[in-house]
């Protein structure tokens, strides 16, 4: 890892607070990328796919493994999410839809047996692999529960799935108070902007929802 990219390396510092690059460089372009989402804009998967790497980078380096593995994900399914929504036509932009009652239990059923499972081996994996890592992960079941629902919510914005943004909510507001927590603030308070972004992405989708229905009846 490079010199540039250690939380140690201090870019700016606010009341106090030292500012690292690669903590600034993530939020900049995670706030962006949910912004682009909330328009339904192609452009929010390249700028999120930048955003991965970054987040990859700190969460290593502050034993959020759960949240440094999700990244991985993040990137295929930001390729994915990229080539599915250029592939549509201009007029097949906002296929907006619900899940059916069939997929809400099926996600519940994935986010029960994922967290349980993700959070064990995270909290054993610096016994499995102690020269990978050798730090214990810091909130193993919370911080697993975050990945399995972000998981989740991130192949549902692919599919444009309206409760997509429900569960944004849940992760960020859990993000803010674990972020805060684990020291890295400017992460955190950007995580309260995202759960501010996500109530906004959840109305403006469901009026584009009713948009779209109302244009299919008349």
């Given amino acids: 890892m490079t010199e540039f990219l250690s939380i140690n390396y201090t870019i ?25 989402a909330t328009q339904s804009n192609i452009w929010s998967w390249p700028v999120g796919l930048v955003n991965f ?12 493994y759960s949240d440094m593995f999700l990244q991985i994900y993040y990137v295929i399914t930001g390729i994915y999410g990229w080539i599915y929504w250029y592939g549509m036509k201009t007029e097949e932009q906002t ?7 069939r997929g809400r239990i099926v996600h519940i059923i994935l986010m029960i047996v994922g967290t349980i499972g993700i959070g064990y081996f995270m909290s054993h994996i610096h016994q ?3 020269t990978v890592f050798p730090t214990p992960a810091a909130y193993p079941y919370p911080d697993s529960f975050v990945a399995v629902l972000s998981i989740l ?29 684990k020291g890295i603030q400017f992460f955190s308070l950007e995580y309260l902007i995202f759960t501010l972004m996500a109530i906004y992405g959840l109305a403006n989708w469901i009026k584009l929802y009713k ?7 008349i």
Avoid at 12 to 35: D, H, N, P, R, W
Avoid at 53 to 64: K, M, N, P, R, W
Avoid at 211 to 217: D, S
Wanted: with cysteine; net charge negative.
């Fill in 95 to 101: 296929p907006i839809t619900l899940l059916t009652i």
């Fill in 53 to 64: 790497v970054l987040a990859f980078i700190l969460y290593y380096q502050v034993s959020l």
């Fill in 128 to 130: 499995i692999i102690p």
């Fill in 153 to 181: 919510a991130n192949w549902m914005l692919a599919q444009r799935k309206i409760e997509n943004w429900i569960v944004w909510i849940v992760i960020d507001i859990i993000c803010t108070v674990m972020y805060w927590l």
């Fill in 211 to 217: 948009t779209r229905h109302e244009e299919v009846k």
């Fill in 12 to 36: 700016a510092e606010f009341l106090g607070y030292k500012m690292s690059l690669v903590e600034l460089l993530g939020t900049v372009t995670g706030i962006l990328a949910v912004i682009l």
